[in-house]
């Protein structure tokens, strides 16, 4: 199935949760955010979250500095 990462259409396979999505992109899970179609997934929900085919996925890594 294609789900829209960060505005790129990216394939997964039918069913993936969250956290699949992001060890197959290689994601870090510290610092990071995400959000389903504009809805935030907390950390705890990532495993049991599957992401509908077709969604806007955007992952969000939170960054320091001034």
Sequence with gaps: MEIKVNGEWREFPD????SEVLDAL?????GVA??????VVR???WD??????????????A???G
């Design 15 to 18: 069913g993936a949760t969250v």
């Design 26 to 30: 290689g994601a870090a899970r510290q």
């Design 34 to 39: 995400v959000a389903v179609n504009g809805e």
């Design 43 to 45: 950390r705890g929900e």
């Design 48 to 61: 049991g979250s599957v992401v509908p085919k077709g969604a806007d996925l955007e992952v969000l890594t």
């Design 63 to 65: 960054v320091q500095g």
